[in-house]
């Protein structure tokens, strides 16, 4: 996942005392996103900094998100 690869590469820099301003800068993100991480490394190290998964459940079943699927394969032409 891209977003944990960013945050463990923030984990590498936090290791050689770089400031968050010059993290932010580096890895293209905010100052205060890396102020988060680094409160959150700091309280649990590189594996609090690990995706957990989504962050909610999909709001389809699965068996109307075939049928949306289906729909979508007739394409535009069929639904006007």
Do not use: C
Request: no cysteine.
């Amino acid at each position: 996942m891209f977003r944990e690869r960013i945050r463990l590469e923030a984990a590498e820099l936090f290791g050689q005392g770089l400031s968050s301003a010059v993290i932010a800068r580096r890895l293209r993100v905010s100052v205060r996103s890396v102020q988060r991480w680094w409160k959150t490394y700091n309280a649990g190290g590189r594996q609090a900094l690990r995706s957990r998964g989504p962050a909610s459940l999909p709001k389809l079943s699965d068996r109307l998100f075939a049928a949306l699927e289906e729909e979508l394969d007739k394409g535009a032409v069929a639904h006007g």
